[in-house]
């Protein structure tokens, strides 16, 4: 395990402070790209984190301390990262990807890890020192898995073999079983009150047919259906309960290279869906906070297969997030539950590196 603290000297190289007024793009941009750069922006700051690592890397979920967590590649080796309290962090187990961190006292981190499969696994992050991974539970005929997502309490969803699954905060297996004419299915969300996210595919593939799902607390399942004459659907984070209510990020697909971002508000109690918003951009939405802002990327259009564009969608405005100097390409993974803090990963000439956007108060 390795550990790199975070000294002023580095952040401020690494970091690139907007100041709220429209980007200047190059003269290749798109004209969705140009019409992000007109509006106006809050102020934010971007930071290369993935810097502080020697390989390619991407930051997969952050908190509400900024607290971020992903993997790095180290030389052949795919190691899990954590960045807590100004340090970086190589966390124990091999071939591992942090793909969840909770809020509070100690930080909940999970993902996978495994040399010869790959485990769904769960770090206790105590007193800035991370354990060992536990291995969460699988089933018989299930050989590998991943934790997608954790909530305060350390209860986790994920995958197991082919099979949806949510484990508790001490580690007890509930399996989520697949729609009729689905064959698969991984849980990507969790809230403090239980609520969860999914997503059940006709095949093997991501791109194969899909819809997104959501299991109340209460064991209600709800069906998240795609927008207009689209023929899927991708439910990808959940936020907390507030006024009875919470938002769900997800993105509807119409073809196989057409993508819009959905943001659906649901009623806490019934499930019922209460409002459903859609971009026009080939765009996907990854992210919700607390209060409805969701975070996520543009598609590249064919001309120029390597450019996506990182955002911010807060109410009506839908804003460019834009990488730190010498960046670029950006794309955003996560947001924390206030909103306060967006990450994700963007081109640093040959390899992708770790962003960590910071969202100044308007």
């Known amino acids: 395990m390795r550990r790199i603290s975070i000294g002023l000297s580095q952040l401020a190289l690494a970091t690139t402070v907007a100041a709220g007024c429209a980007h200047e793009l190059p003269t290749t941009a798109t004209p969705v790209e140009a019409a992000l750069a007109r ?13 502080l690592f020697d390989g390619s890397s991407r930051a997969n979920s952050v908190n509400d301390a900024g607290e971020v967590v992903g993997w790095t590649l180290q030389g052949a080796d795919w190691r899990a990262f954590a960045i807590v309290t100004g340090a970086a962090t190589l966390l124990p187990g091999d071939q591992g990807n942090a793909s969840g961190i909770s809020n509070g006292s100690p930080r909940y981190v999970v993902g996978f890890a495994g040399t010869t499969t790959s485990q769904p696994v769960r770090w206790t992050i105590a007193a800035n020192s991370p354990s060992e991974p536990t291995n969460l539970a699988l089933l018989a005929d299930e050989v590998s898995g991943a934790a ?3 909530n305060d309490a350390g209860a986790a969803v994920g995958r197991a073999g082919n099979h949806a699954a949510m484990w508790s905060d001490a580690g007890i297996r509930t399996s989520v ?6 064959v698969r299915g991984e849980g990507r969300g969790i809230n403090n009150a239980g ?9 093997s593939s991501e791109s194969a047919g899909a819809r997104g799902y959501l299991r109340l607390a209460s064991g209600v399942v709800v069906e998240l259906p795609p927008v207009g004459g ?9 936020s907390e309960v507030q006024d009875n209510a919470f938002y769900i990020a997800g993105t509807s697909r119409t073809s196989e290279s057409v993508f819009r971002s959905v943001r659906w508000r649901v009623d806490a109690t019934t ?11 080939n765009s996907h939405t990854l992210a919700v906070s607390n209060d409805g802002a969701a975070a996520g990327f543009i598609e590249p259009n064919q001309a120029n297969t390597l450019k996506f564009t990182a955002f911010l969608w807060r109410g009506t405005e839908f804003l460019s997030l834009r990488p730190p100097k010498g960046g670029q390409s950006g794309r955003a993974w996560a947001s924390s539950p206030s909103g306060e803090f967006v990450v994700g990963d963007a081109a640093f000439g040959l390899t992708r590196h770790a962003v960590l956007w910071t969202i100044l108060s308007p």
Request: proline fraction near 6%; avoid cysteine; aromatic fraction near 12%.
């Open 271 to 281: 499930g019922a869906i209460l409002s459903t918003e859609v971009r026009a951009e």
């Open 230 to 238: 689209d023929v899927t659907s991708y439910a990808n984070d959940i």
């Open 39 to 51: 509006r106006e922006s809050p102020a934010y700051t971007s930071t290369d984190i993935g810097a």
């Open 148 to 150: 997608l997502g954790v």
């Open 195 to 203: 609520d969860a996210v999914f997503v059940f595919f006709d095949g």
């Open 177 to 182: 079983p697949a729609p009729e004419g689905y």
